[in-house]
């Protein structure tokens, strides 16, 4: 068959512009030290929730996810070693301090407000806040309900820190009070034996987390200058280690767009707390919310380059 000049023209540039397609498209894959994808999980379930809804769908692409349970300050550090790539908890503004550190060594960046409307101060049971005990104030007025002490999380999280700083500063009349460091089921055990008993305890409280329906709970006024205004009012990021997204742009695409919300990680949460994998949870979520999937993956391919979005589903039975 004869092609015409203008034809021939015409399948140059078609030609010309299928190579330019297939550049854009390798160059927007990832390559193999991307595989693995390292993350740090502190121990919070929260962020537990949200690494297994990551780690169901980084593995349905293909990916290698590698999740690692690291305290907040270690965690960040190893962000700042080059040994964690992706954090998907950064709670502000209660971790600024570790933000500033690390921003000031050039050592992250931020890839997405993946959570807003939540909130992370001290709380007492509603009984307890019912004989007047309402605000960070009333505390000090009422050391035999507590036994003066305050039930924090694990040690190193900041949210500790702030609480030893008001402390050792004798704000509110705490002066002589103790802070108990522990895990967060541990506190929640605790704060379990205390209601159920009738007694007094205050403790380190926030949203997302299936405790605002497990306990009848107030959240204490008067906290903002050491956990800020609305009640310790907080926004998370996803943060990765500098130089991350630009080497492994697709998975980079993922973690730009994924995004949460109080309710999804409640009902997460509760389903971890009560035995389930994070993944099995995550999993079960995903299929009955598959249209989260449209946003996270749009423009997102496997590894090898196919499209992310029918691989999800595909992978989840959808």
């Not at 960046?109 to 993946?114: P, R």
């Not at 694990?154 to 460091?181: C, H, R, S, T």
């Given at each position: 068959m004869r092609v015409s000049s203008g034809n021939r023209r015409t399948l140059g540039g078609l030609a010309a512009l299928g190579l330019l397609l297939l550049s854009t498209a390798a160059s927007a894959q990832d390559g193999e030290s991307c595989k693995t994808i390292r993350l740090s999980d502190p121990g919070w379930t929260d962020i537990t929730a949200t690494n297994g809804v990551a780690t169901v769908i980084l593995e349905a692409l293909g990916y290698q996810p590698d999740v690692k349970t690291l305290s907040v300050p270690i965690g960040y550090q190893s962000m700042k070693n080059g040994e964690?790539?992706?954090?998907?908890?950064?709670?502000?503004?209660?971790?600024?301090?570790?933000?500033?550190?690390?921003?000031?060594?050039?050592?992250?960046?931020?890839?997405?407000?993946?959570?807003?409307?939540?909130?992370?101060?001290?709380?007492?049971?509603?009984?307890?806040?019912?004989?007047?005990?309402?605000?960070?104030?009333?505390?000090?007025?009422?050391?035999?309900?507590?036994?003066?002490?305050?039930?924090?999380?694990?040690?190193?999280?900041?949210?500790?820190?702030?609480?030893?700083?008001?402390?050792?500063?004798?704000?509110?009349?705490?002066?002589?009070?103790?802070?108990?460091?522990?895990?967060?089921?541990?506190?929640?055990?605790?704060?379990?034996?205390?209601?159920?008993?009738?007694?007094?305890v205050v403790f380190l409280a926030w949203a997302p987390h299936p405790m605002n329906e497990r306990f009848d709970l107030t959240y204490l006024s008067g906290g903002d200058a050491y956990f800020g205004p609305n009640f310790g009012g907080a926004e998370v990021y996803t943060l990765a280690r500098t130089g991350w997204s630009g080497d492994c742009p697709n998975a980079a695409t993922l973690f730009k767009q994924m995004t949460f919300d109080v309710s999804m990680e409640n009902v997460l949460m509760g389903e971890i707390l009560g035995g389930k994998d994070s993944t099995e949870a995550a999993s079960t979520w995903l299929k009955a919310n598959p249209a989260a999937l449209d946003t996270w993956l749009n423009g997102v391919t496997t590894f090898d380059g196919q499209p992310g979005d029918a691989a999800v589903k595909s992978a989840l039975g959808l």
């Open positions: 964690i790539d992706v954090f998907l908890g950064n709670w502000m503004p209660a971790q600024q301090a570790f933000i500033d550190d690390l921003n000031s060594t050039k050592a992250i960046e931020v890839m997405a407000k993946n959570l807003e409307g939540a909130k992370f101060t001290l709380a007492v049971p509603t009984a307890t806040a019912e004989k007047g005990i309402k605000d960070f104030a009333d505390l000090g007025k009422n050391p035999d309900e507590f036994e003066s002490k305050i039930y924090g999380i694990e040690p190193g999280a900041p949210a500790n820190a702030n609480i030893q700083k008001m402390i050792d500063a004798g704000e509110f009349g705490l002066k002589d009070w103790e802070l108990v460091e522990s895990g967060e089921q541990a506190m929640l055990a605790q704060v379990e034996r205390a209601s159920k008993e009738g007694k007094g």
